[in-house]
T-cell receptor, first 113, second 119 residues
């Protein structure tokens, strides 16, 4: 079956530090890959996505590249801000008639000033 | 982008009563919606897939008689927690893909969530 494994936190960084949150997946075929962010007390917001191998998703300074050879979709940001403090979820969708998302367990990021 | 709303955003109810949570796609049609449950500091657990005009599909271990799902239109799905008990207290989130126009990314749009507290 499909599965997503992501680095478990919590991760605590100082402002302007470099961020990497690792995510690897197991799936047949060519899933779409997503990073979602959840701020305290809120629902999930799409941060970025990639639909095929070697695609790079990017948004708000965050990036992730779909690496089929390593089945990975690691999230990176060069300089984090306090406002980036949130829970980050890696997810995949196999699409077709089944739009179900398979989530990783989430990584809590805290950025200190 | 597409917007999904949920109502109410939070609700407190007494044990034994039922509570209904609405999930609406505001600017797109959703033939499928998903309901999740999230415990504190944990990931989302998929409860069921809501299909417009047909029965919902429940994930293993989810009581369909306790969590009633109705998807009567292309923009509205409801989750009713029947005979609620304190252990049903949780954060309930819905999502919907825009299956008509958003291929092939299969992106899902999430509602802001409903905090249910059963006393």
């Amino acid at each position: 079956g499909n599965s997503v494994t992501q680095m478990e936190g919590p991760v605590t960084l100082s402002e302007e530090a470099f961020l990497t949150i690792n995510c690897t997946y197991t799936a047949t075929g060519y899933p779409s890959l997503f990073w979602y962010v959840q701020y305290p007390g809120e629902g999930l917001q799409l941060l970025l996505k990639a639909t095929k191998a070697d695609d790079k998703g990017s948004n708000k300074g965050f990036e992730a590249t779909y690496r089929k050879e390593t089945t990975s979709f690691h999230l990176e940001k060069g300089s984090v801000q306090v406002s980036d403090s949130a829970v980050y979820f890696c997810a995949l969708s196999r699409g077709g008639s089944n739009y179900k998302l398979t989530f990783g367990k989430g990584t809590l990021l805290t950025v200190n000033p | 982008g597409a917007v999904v709303s949920q109502h109410p955003s939070w609700v407190i109810c007494k044990s034994g009563t039922s509570v209904k949570i609405e999930c609406r796609s505001l600017d797109f049609q959703a033939t499928t919606m998903f309901w999740y449950r999230q415990f504190p500091k944990q990931s989302l657990m998929l409860m069921a897939t809501s299909n417009e005009g047909s029965k919902a599909t429940y994930e293993q271990g989810v009581e369909k008689d306790k969590f009633l799902i109705n998807h009567a239109s292309l923009t509205l799905s409801t989750l009713t927690v029947t005979s609620a008990h304190p252990e049903d207290s949780s954060f309930y989130i819905c999502s919907a893909p825009d299956t008509l126009t958003d291929k092939p990314s299969y992106e899902q749009y999430f509602g802001p969530g409903t905090r249910l507290t059963v006393t």
